[in-house]
């Protein structure tokens, strides 16, 4: 049994991983049910086929969710067995009594940050959103530069099978935060195995209070256990009490480490006892101080991350700077928009805000850069749309294809290309027919839906040059015109968000 879940859980992790470094976004059609069925997207998503089936795979197994499905579970797992094959120790854990305070007291300010729409604290603790942002943060670049590598080889080899993807720092505090959950997370299973999963993840507290009832369960048998303890120092969950030989089923992960450690045979994975002692489920409510090795530790959590974060900054790639050799390109900076834009499906902005869960899926997928996590403190880590990288295409609905939680629904290629997220706004100061003298047209001739038309800047001269009429009503916001427009800093026309979206 446990080397059927270990299969599983690897296969999942392995799976939902490829999700998030695939760029080319060919692995969701396959895969992308593995997104859809997390426990969170499909919460936010009112999915209630998953939800239901999810409860019931936990009433029926117990928390096998967090051991097989959950990628966050699975790779606190790796972490742990890369300690123990470091440390060269079987036995490296030992019980410890519930922090049940601190469990609930995290999933009561989750659901109430879920119900005020606080969807950046949620996308904090929600371990699905935790791991994507590492996985796109943190593990995608290492894929990109591997595939550029193979580009690289391949292409003097007379062979194209491979291109190069741009490798760029998409948002500095979205990279910050995943680089720090990666270092707090990895050094909570590095040296206590499941602790995040049993003392903060508020899906497995849920899941927890779900597998007290659950039909199949490891039980101790009294009669062989002799009380060694092997069990104990086995268990990553920390929940098995060998002196009172018994489990606490709400933190137990079901991962059968314990079946195979136990040299009696005196646990086993089986139907749960009718009758119960009065203390077989209670939850212990002793808290565990926090120790100074532990504080030191999390000290240099942060210092590594905020370290890691400023070397990545210093070697980042220099883009190209010239054109043709000669003159100089200036960066474009993003414009100040009134409203942020999000992507076409999205219907509205407080729609995509309430069940975006910024696992950053949809933007490892946009194939023209435009979608990027937001640094802004109000919705923190979500993604929204900008354009001085690419366009937003009208023919390509990627995003709306792997988003699994509703935030961006599904939509045709036909009905993206009349969906209004925003429209143009023209900046006479920085047009360049009118400060360089010279005629451009760029916006108008990139438009996918005609919505600019170039019309003489002096109405009294037919030889005078043209500047660009917006049609606003004909206008889709996809920033073709913005991205192309060859003004700098700022392009001479740019894109607002509308708070809702309509049909054209």
Known sequence: MRKTRVTLAILFLLCITLLFLDFTGTAHTWLGWMAKIQFLPSVLALNVGVIVLLMLLTLVFGRMYCSVICPLGVFQDVVSWLSGRRKK?????????????????????????????????????????????????????????????????AERAGSYAFYEAEVWLRSLPTFLIAALTFIIIGVLAW???????????????????????????????????????????????????????????????????????????????????????????????????????????????????????????????????????????EDKQIPARSERIVPPGALSIRNFESHCTACQLCVSVCPNGVLRPSASLSHLMQPEMSYERGYCRPECTKCAEVCPAGAIRPITRAEKSAVQVGHAVWVKKNCVPLTDGKECGNCARHCPTKAIEMVSSDMTGSSSLKIPVINAEKCIGCGACENLCPARPFSAIYVEGHKMHRVV
């Not at 079987?90 to 922090?99: D, E, L």
């Not at 791991?131 to 995608?140: D, E």
């Not at 240099?300 to 220099?318: H, I, N, P, W, Y």
């Open 89 to 153: 120790k079987k036995y490296r854990f030992s019980y410890s009594p519930a922090m049940s305070w601190l469990r609930y007291g995290i999933l009561g300010v989750f659901v109430l940050c879920l119900i005020f729409g606080l969807g950046s604290v949620v996308a904090l603790l929600a371990p699905y959103s935790a791991y994507g942002r590492m996985a796109n943060n943190l593990f995608q670049p290492v894929y990109l530069w591997g595939n550029n590598l193979l580009a690289y080889f």
């Open 191 to 329: 040296r206590g195995g499941r602790t995040y999963c049993n003392t903060i993840c508020p899906v497995g507290t849920v899941l927890g209070f779900l597998s007290r009832f659950s039909l199949l369960r490891p039980v101790i048998d009294t009669e062989k256990c002799n009380g060694c303890g092997l069990c104990a120092r086995k268990c990553k969950a920390a929940c098995i009490d060998p002196k009172a030989h018994r489990i606490d089923y709400s933190r137990c992960v079901v991962c059968m480490d314990c079946l195979d450690t136990c040299k009696r045979h005196a646990i086993s994975y089986r139907l749960r006892r009718r009758k119960k002692t009065a203390t077989e489920d209670a939850p212990q409510e002793v808290v565990k101080g926090v120790s100074p090795e532990q504080i030191n530790e999390a000290r240099r959590a942060f210092l590594s991350a905020t370290a890691l974060v400023a070397a990545t900054s210093a070697v980042k790639a220099q883009e190209k700077k010239v054109d043709g050799g000669l003159a100089v390109i």
